[in-house]
């Protein structure tokens, strides 16, 4: 911060005061956005009635890149103390406000006054020339200042057992995933504690996506949202709900079997995509091969989903005059809670059986055991053999086509298992959907294996 200048003349400004005034700017523009959406919340106030505003925040931004500045200009280890007496300051200036704002509104609301003690501690990192971290930090803030009544509203419907759900969850991953032993252990070091906890809750993470974005959509946001969700949840818990609500379906027609259908098929759409997703996370060498096939598989049952939708091939169904046509989306799927930690748990030991059962099929019979356990496997769930099959590859101990032919046979069978279950449950209303649209998928999916397998060169 030293400035060289001739007698009577002003000296060219160096590029070392170019970059601190930059950094100046970066801890203004931070207070001013925080500051903007604060002053925007409190516009109906009149002047002088609110305790920070925009130009006041964009002043404590700025005070938070003056104290880092003019602590980096005292000796090494003696700017602290000039950056805590700036933030001690302000931290009484605020509490001051506070209590007025308080006494005289009763609203007991901290948010303006934490937030202003943020916006300082951005304003400091990008005095520090953290200026990255300051911009970030500061939209991160204003978004969660933002959406308060979004905010509220899904704290308003998060269930008890699902808060407590998450901080499991968030607990054992966070505290007992790093310090679990990433070696094999047990029978042929088949059993990578570690590694089966990671799957675990990268799968809860993703089937969380779908049942949190269904419990906020809410059971009337129509049929064809409600399979998409639910195929990310589980695409069978979605199959039993949509097939159960058609065999209990009015005469009236308020929930056409083809919408039901629709449902049904966007959910099972949904897990090839994802089948691809959790194997190329785990064993990239499986993408070339299970690409074609799945992506294949996905928009052939999503092709009929919609047109399913459409009306295609039936007549147009006319809802009750009694009732309104969106009762046809009241159904309520009774999915389990992925980050339940029970659920967790239980998939987590379901995947490490499949995986030692694997390794001893594979030693004692040889790899085409795969599968077989495939087979089996896929009767009651994808996500298991996917994880256990692409673990294989990663370590080396089966080749990827082999895994990649072992995991589409999975998909098979669960897709089979699925269609079946739908045509018992809805009593054979949704049969003629059903049978077209997964049976098309399985048609598609095999047809691009076999052309890829004839086309592209191994």
């Known amino acids: 911060m030293r400035r060289t200048a001739a007698a009577g003349h002003s000296a060219p400004m160096p590029l070392d005061d170019l970059a601190l005034l930059e950094r100046l700017a970066a801890a203004l523009a931070a207070g001013l956005l925080i500051g903007l959406e604060r002053g925007w919340r409190a516009r109906a106030l009149a002047e002088g009635a609110r305790v920070a505003g925009l130009r006041t925040f964009g002043l404590i931004g700025l005070l938070g890149g003056l104290a880092s500045l003019l602590g980096q200009a005292e000796a090494p280890g003696q700017g602290l103390p000039v950056l805590a007496a ?103 070091q088949a059993l990578n504690p570690y590694r089966i906890w990671w799957m675990v809750v990268l799968v809860a993470g993703l089937s969380s996506i779908g049942y949190f974005a269904i419990r906020l959509a809410g059971p009337r946001r129509g049929l064809l949202l409600t399979g998409l969700l639910g195929g990310l949840a589980s695409s069978t818990a979605t199959t039993v709900a949509l097939a159960r609500r058609a065999a209990s379906a009015k005469p009236e027609g308020l929930a056409p079997p083809r919408l039901l259908a629709a449902g049904i098929l966007l959910s099972c759409a949904v897990m090839f995509p994802r089948m691809l997703l959790v194997s190329g996370l785990i064993a990239p060498a499986l993408l070339p091969l299970l690409a074609a096939p799945l992506l294949a598989a996905g928009l052939a049952a999503a092709a009929v989903a919609l047109w399913a939708a459409a009306g295609g091939g039936s007549a147009p169904e006319k809802p009750a005059p009694q009732e309104p046509a969106r009762e046809e989306a009241a159904v309520r799927l009774e999915a389990e809670n992925p980050l339940e930690l029970g659920t967790a748990l239980k998939f987590g030991l379901l995947l490490a059986a499949i995986l030692l059962g694997t390794e001893a099929l594979r030693r004692w019979v040889g790899n085409e055991a795969l599968y077989l356990i495939a087979a089996v496997s896929g009767l009651a769930d994808v ?76």
């Open 86 to 188: 700036a933030f001690l300051a302000l931290g009484l200036v605020l509490a001051a406000g506070y209590w007025r704002a308080t006494a005289a509104s009763r609203d007991l609301s901290a948010t303006s006054a934490v937030a202003a003690l943020v916006t300082f501690g951005l304003g400091a990192a990008a005095g520090a020339g953290e200026l990255a971290v300051a911009g970030a930090g500061a939209v991160i803030v204003a978004l969660l200042l933002g959406t308060k009544p979004q905010l509220h509203r899904l704290v308003g419907r998060l269930e008890r057992r699902e808060l407590l759900a998450v901080l499991q969850l968030l607990l054992i991953s966070l505290v007992l995933l790093p310090v679990l032993p990433d070696r094999g252990l047990g029978p042929w």
């Open 383 to 458: 996500d298991a053999v996917t994880l256990s099959f692409s673990a294989l590859v990663a370590d080396g101990a089966a080749l990827p086509a082999l895994a990649g032919g072992a995991i589409l046979l999975a998909a098979g069978v669960n897709t089979a298992v699925k269609g079946a279950l739908g045509m018992a449950l809805s009593r054979g209303r949704l049969w003629s959907w059903l049978a077209g649209g997964l049976g098309g998928a399985l048609l598609a999916g095999a047809a691009a294996m076999l052309g890829q397998r004839l086309f592209v060169p191994a």
